[in-house]
């Protein structure tokens, strides 16, 4: 434990500071001829996210993105799978081009003792505020929501199923692989630094049943393809009776029922689930079928996200967040005990 503090804090010492981030964020308005009277950090999370304030009543969203997660062919790509949604009704915000017409620079962040590249995008600002967080909501105040955010995933569904993708889309895949793989795309949760040997234990042998259970799966289109695969209540904005989805830093192809555990998983373990559950599954069932078999392995996802997040978060010790890593490391313990063993 000594040395994963040690570790711990010579990963903190070694990050840029606010500042650094904010100074960047300057230099890269330039791109997009911005001339912000006021920027400061909305969050940090996956990104850096800014509001770039250009007026009292005018401004923008820039991300300055994690660097080594998303390369520049996939943030392209995101931007066009985006596009395409709203063209499609969705609400999604609308990406902005520079003045070369791209739709992200690169900056330099940091000093000579730790300097990273980062790109960066700018969007629209999107009104109203998050419904949640990623991880956990306490209030049942969200459960009517839930019949809308229940379609909108649907309606991302369908467009899944018609939408043909340009020359050169690229997206990650939330496969077998990438869920529960030797190399998760979020990261080996069973090998987290803060778990216990027991820990360990109860985790790699959940990934085994997981992988089992997942493989059982059918990846065919009708039950796998693109998803926002990140809609969690933090990622939809609530602005009176509207929603919007915002974040599609991890987009991409993934089973139809992820996305489905992803949104409901802020609930998971709270007394008001099984209605947050339900109105979810009235919203997206009024779009697009869900069969009994689907619905089931919902619960399935629910447990590979519990797990997915202890990786997220062992990865990120610099985030706010991660104060409550021993909260979910025990939300996940509780998750993957509740699991049915493989007929």
């Not at 994963?4 to 500071?17: K, Q, T, V």
């Not at 300055?64 to 063209?87: F, I, T």
């Not at 043909?164 to 990438?178: A, I, M, V």
Request: aromatic share 10%; net charge negative; glycine share 6%.
């Amino acid at each position: 434990m000594q040395n994963f503090s040690l570790r711990l804090l010579g990963i903190l010492s070694s990050m840029p500071r606010d500042a650094d981030f904010l100074e960047a964020a300057k230099a890269a308005c330039v791109s997009w001829d911005l001339n912000p009277i006021e920027i400061d950090i909305l969050s940090h999370t996956e990104n850096v996210v800014c509001r770039i304030k250009l007026s009292a009543t005018k401004q923008m969203v820039m991300r300055l993105h994690r660097p080594g997660y998303n390369d520049l062919a996939e943030l392209n790509s995101e931007v066009q799978w985006v596009q395409s949604l709203a063209h499609a009704g969705l609400p999604v915000p609308t990406a902005l081009q520079t003045e070369t017409g791209d739709y992200y620079c690169s900056v330099d962040i940091g000093d000579d003792t730790h300097r990273e590249k980062r790109f960066v995008g700018v969007i629209d600002w999107v009104d109203g505020k998050p419904l949640g967080t990623p991880l956990t909501n306490t209030s049942q105040d969200v459960v009517p929501h839930y019949k809308t955010i229940g379609a909108l995933a649907a309606n991302i569904r369908c467009h899944s199923n018609q939408w043909d993708p340009p020359e050169g889309f690229k997206r990650r895949r939330w496969n077998l692989e990438g869920l529960l793989g030797d190399a998760p795309l979020w990261g080996r949760f069973w090998e987290a630094e803060p778990l216990t040997d027991s820990q360990r234990v109860l985790f790699r042998d959940a990934r085994e049943l997981l992988r089992d259970q997942l493989g059982a799966l059918s990846t065919g289109p009708d039950r796998f393809g693109l998803i926002h695969s990140d809609l969690h209540l933090g990622n939809i904005m609530c602005d009176g009776d509207d929603l919007t989805i915002i974040d599609f830093d991890d987009a991409g192809y993934g089973w139809f029922a992820h996305e489905a555990a992803v949104a409901l998983h802020p609930a998971f373990g709270e007394p008001w689930f099984p209605y947050a559950r339900e109105a979810f599954l009235e919203g997206y069932c009024s779009i697009h079928e869900m069969d009994s078999e689907e619905i089931s392995s919902i619960d399935i996802f629910l447990a590979v996200r519990s797990l997915m997040i202890v990786g997220w978060l062992n990865a990120r010790p610099e985030l706010p967040i991660y104060e409550y890593f021993s909260a979910v490391i025990e939300a996940a313990e509780k998750a993957v005990k509740a699991l049915a063993p493989s007929p």
